[in-house]
């Protein structure tokens, strides 16, 4: 069975610190990894694609790793701020055209 | 550019009332097209899919259906609603292996 699994579930911070979020897939044989962002009651907004023949995606203050044989993806943000506050979600994409979400990590960045 | 339109943003409907959500995208041809539901605090479960006009895919057996009339249009129906139908449900489409997502549409079923 495909799963995805986020850890963790929820986040808080203070502004300015670096953090790491994490994403776990079950099945190895995936085409790309996708991080999303999701503010409240909005749709997603896609921040990093990463081949599965790709080590890592950057964009601004945001760095993406996967590690395709561990199943393992993580989104690190630097020098984080109060407009990083959203869910972050992590979805794969399988040969099938079957793209599976977590279920997210829900991230609090204080003033 | 390309865009996709999704309404409406929010709908109340009474249990066993039709449902009709449709998604457009515009500034592309042929595009993959997907619906999915998230249910509150929980991650987003596929629906249906699909990658031409009258190909549909369903993931779960349900009380929804879909449809695609046209290359760039997704429709996602139902003839009597369910408590259990409520939720955000989010329409995609795919460039390149990359997905993109609308605004989603919020459905409370009372």
């Known amino acids: 069975k495909q799963e995805v699994t986020q850890i963790p579930a929820a986040l808080s911070v203070p502004e300015g610190e670096n953090l790491v979020l994490n994403c776990s897939f079950t099945d190895s044989a995936i085409y790309n990894l996708q991080w999303f962002r999701q503010d409240p009651g909005k749709g997603l907004t896609s921040l990093l694609l990463?081949?599965?023949?790709?080590r890592e995606q950057t964009s601004g203050r945001l760095n993406a790793s996967l590690d395709k044989s561990s199943g393992r993806s993580t989104l690190y943000i630097a020098a984080s701020q109060p407009g990083d506050s959203a869910t972050y979600l992590c979805a794969v994409l399988y040969n099938n055209n079957d793209m599976r979400f977590g279920a997210g990590t829900r991230l609090t960045v204080k003033p | 550019s390309q865009t996709i339109h999704q309404w409406p943003a929010t709908l109340v409907q009474p249990v066993g009332s039709p449902l009709s959500l449709e998604c457009t995208v515009e500034?592309?041809?042929?595009?993959?097209l997907y619906w999915y539901r998230q249910a509150a605090g929980r991650g987003l479960q596929l629906l249906f899919y699909s990658v031409g006009i009258g190909q549909i895919s369903s993931e779960v057996p349900q009380n929804l259906s879909a449809s695609r009339p046209q290359d760039r249009q997704f429709i996602l129906s139902s003839k009597k609603l369910l408590l259990s139908d409520s939720g955000f449900y989010l329409c995609a489409w795919m460039r390149h292996t990359e997905a993109f997502f609308g605004q989603g549409t919020r459905l409370t079923v009372v």
């Open positions: 500034g592309t041809s042929n595009p993959n």
């Open positions: 990463i081949q599965s023949s790709q």
